[in-house]
């Protein structure tokens, strides 16, 4: 279990790769303690990757993959075209250089594979609160900073908008063939507000790699929540201008492995 601040988040997400149909083998780039994994997936994902060994070892414990390599995402000890679907939640936005990430990610997918992965746009720390109070009064020079100061905290280096991240893709072999934006400006700013309310959390998470101390009390107090919280995410798996971006793109298949023969007749 997550605290809410996180786990609002990942479970508008969770509701996003439920409806996807995922092509085995599948490659979890950043797969960190696996929760997002055990609580989304009803099988088991082929293989996880991260460079946090702590966050592996809590990862094996939930059991949510088949296998855990400990690695960066630019140097993945697997061989060319070894699988059929790469997937990354929320991890893209803080690697400092894609490329080299992009260019393995394309080496390791089979031609025609996807990746399917999820970051944050340029609205994303715009809608945290501070940013729009700031906004509001027309501080914008100040909110700028503000968000600098933000994306710096939480080690984001990539928020560009829908369409940036449309063209570093496709600059890299890929060819989008589903990009949307969710979770709207509230629920970002709702995310934003609960962050301090996570103190403990994130405390207990350095000391004992877990959220939650007590998952089974929490699930007491927090259940007669739920009802109001999931009302509240309704339509949050799509909005015009949402902070973060879903994007699925394939791998081009090379001209010479396409079979014309069906057109032969």
Request: aromatic share 12%; with cysteine; net charge neutral.
């Amino acid at each position: 279990m997550a605290p809410f601040a996180l786990a609002i988040e990942r479970s508008i997400e969770g509701n996003i790769f439920k409806k996807i149909k995922l092509e085995k083998p599948i490659l979890d780039l950043g797969c960190g303690e696996g929760l997002f994994a055990h609580i989304v997936f009803d099988e088991k994902i082929n293989t996880g990757i991260d460079p946090n060994s702590r966050e592996l070892i809590r990862a094996k414990e939930l059991g949510g993959y088949q296998e855990l390599i400990h690695c960066y995402g630019d140097s993945i000890p697997r061989p060319d075209s070894s699988y059929m679907t790469v997937i990354s939640n929320s991890v893209l936005e803080h690697i400092p250089d894609l490329s080299p990430v992009f260019r393995e990610i394309f080496r390791i997918l089979h031609p025609g594979g996807y990746l399917i992965f999820t970051v944050p746009t340029q609205l994303f720390e715009q809608f945290s609160a501070v940013s729009r109070i700031l906004r509001s009064f027309g501080f914008i020079s100040l909110a700028l900073r503000y968000e600098r100061s933000y994306n710096k905290f939480w080690n984001q280096t990539n928020c560009f908008p829908p369409d940036l991240w449309k063209k570093t893709i496709e600059s890299h072999g890929f060819e989008v063939e589903e990009i949307f934006t969710y979770d709207p400006k509230d629920i970002c700013t709702l995310n934003d507000l609960l962050v301090p309310f996570s103190v403990f959390s994130y405390i207990n998470k350095k000391i004992s790699n877990r959220w939650i101390l007590f998952p089974s009390l929490r699930k007491i107090w927090v259940s007669w929540l739920t009802p109001s919280i999931s009302k509240m995410l309704i339509g949050s798996d799509r909005s015009p201008e949402g902070g973060l971006v879903f994007i699925s793109a394939r791998k081009k298949v090379p001209v010479e492995n396409i079979n014309y023969s069906s057109n032969l007749q």
